[in-house]
């Protein structure tokens, strides 16, 4: 009935596709889905690109057991490819054109590992006037978008951090 | 953790500009409050164009008032137009591309009431082959939508006919 | 260099799916080849859906015929299903949501025949405050559309007069 | 009437705000204009996003003044801000949605000078399995879209290298 009826939003960015044999994607998943928890844990609306795949999957599947709602902006035309974890699900059609509407409605944007997609939302999200913070960036992605936008972009060094980011991030928007 | 977590979304589509001094118009906003109200008690999500404007308002603070989620996906970049009634927003920076997006993410499709905007989406959504529930459409607009798609379209008379009309929908699909 | 090197461009919407056997079809296709050829012959850019079907096909065959320049919008990520006839290809992805994109790039808007798209182009079209020339609507659709939007939708007896109608269309916007 | 109708793309993206009292925006826009011009002269469409701004202004002078055709995808609802010249726009009312519609558009994506929006279309075209060919790029740039895509991203030294790379991929994709 007033402002507060609106949830706050969380969006969570990362590749579809890693290898859980890899260590590195291995951390990266592992901390996908922490930030999920943490997400919902906070009583915020974990966004993702709703597929069950990769990053999406692991923070869904976190943000699920902990309880939260998770939004699912998917670039399909039907739920088919779907995350079971996801509790509103929004198909699209618009394939890679829906990364836009992840970052538009999230108040702040997380990256969790990098590839084109995340590298395409992270950008436009800095188009946007968003604030992303990046976990498990790599070394040249961090170097170029916190040269690109230092003002919007903050690497952080895990999930504790990541969430405590966040919470500064939106009591500047607030 | 199953497919169980999928809440079911009933899309409520509508005119932004109503007349509250025509009687006709103020029963297409009393309508959209009740059958915001509903969707909400059956415990479905309820989605509309998001806007604090006609039937996507009253929709909303119907649904709102019933403890339920109302989710707007919005034609705006932002949520400056957005009801106060929405619980999650989200905004796509569209315009009227984002009608498609209204439809693809609703499981049933309600019209109520009748207008450029609202005439897209029913037409959209007989194109993704979805179910369209029309309320107070017209008879114009009645006439042309039973010849475009018999088997998709239904045209209700009332509220409570509405209601029953999604549930044999969500069945069928079901 | 000036204003003028702005094309005109008029869009052809139209069925993709029609039956040659049927004589109220044939009607549609021969009269969506004659407007493609009319079109170019004006000078004017046709802009259609793109694909190599129904109306889009014959409307780019006719106006590819007479040495014009076809626009085509395509629905799909790619040019497999482009018209062969199309000059240039705007793949979208983007489903129908690319039907908005065709009317925004219209100068004005003919719809040739009548289906669950075409409706909707018909509608963002009014939506989107453009002209709508009708050929073909059948009577519900024509009684519908008039109704919802008199002062922008005309209906045509002929490719003739559709193509007069656009001219006077044009000199209003001009 | 054949698959040789038509026509090849060349996406040119780039900054729209740049700064002529700076000497290396100075030589983007330049690089720009001489971009526009090559393409035009090879029989190319020149596609650019269609403003009157920067990156997107100087291609399509060089190509409008080589006697090309020019493709602008707005991102806005009507040509308020279209370049003059473009000489044919495609107003989309999808703001930066819009950038991946300029990537499925074009056969090769060139960038020169590199921000937010340009970034996001590298990603973008990388998502789609597009070559980009980067002019300017910046050492940071260069550095992440090379490690990001390898086999798809090349940087150029200057036009003519540009134009002899364009080729070389759409001989690859012929």
Redesign the interface.
């Given at each position: 009935?007033?402002?507060t009826?609106?949830?706050t939003?969380i969006g969570v960015m990362g590749p579809g596709k890693l290898d859980p044999a890899s260590a590195s994607d291995r951390e990266i998943l592992t901390s996908a889905y922490a930030l999920g928890q943490e997400i919902a844990r906070e009583g915020w609306?974990l966004l993702t690109g709703g597929r069950a795949a990769g990053v999406m999957e692991e923070a869904s599947r976190g943000a699920?057991?902990a309880g939260g709602?998770?939004?699912g902006?998917l670039p399909d035309?039907?739920?088919v490819n779907?995350s079971?974890?996801?509790?509103?699900?929004?198909?699209?059609?618009?394939?890679?054109?829906?990364?836009?509407?992840n970052i538009?409605?999230s108040h702040v944007v997380v990256t969790c590992g990098?590839?084109?997609?995340t590298?395409?939302e992270?950008?436009?999200a800095?188009?946007?006037g968003k604030n992303v913070i990046m976990l498990h960036p790599?070394d040249?992605?961090a170097?170029?978008f916190l040269?690109?936008?230092a003002g919007q972009v903050k690497v952080a060094e895990n999930v504790t951090s990541t969430v405590a980011l966040i919470k500064s991030k939106l009591n500047l928007n607030g």
């Amino acid at each position: 009935m007033t402002a507060t009826t609106l949830k706050t939003v969380i969006g969570v960015m990362g590749p579809g596709k890693l290898d859980p044999a890899s260590a590195s994607d291995r951390e990266i998943l592992t901390s996908a889905y922490a930030l999920g928890q943490e997400i919902a844990r906070e009583g915020w609306v974990l966004l993702t690109g709703g597929r069950a795949a990769g990053v999406m999957e692991e923070a869904s599947r976190g943000a699920n057991e902990a309880g939260g709602i998770v939004l699912g902006i998917l670039p399909d035309a039907d739920t088919v490819n779907c995350s079971s974890f996801v509790s509103i699900a929004v198909p699209t059609a618009m394939g890679s054109a829906r990364n836009n509407i992840n970052i538009l409605a999230s108040h702040v944007v997380v990256t969790c590992g990098m590839g084109a997609g995340t590298a395409s939302e992270a950008a436009l999200a800095i188009k946007a006037g968003k604030n992303v913070i990046m976990l498990h960036p790599g070394d040249s992605a961090a170097a170029f978008f916190l040269e690109l936008a230092a003002g919007q972009v903050k690497v952080a060094e895990n999930v504790t951090s990541t969430v405590a980011l966040i919470k500064s991030k939106l009591n500047l928007n607030g």
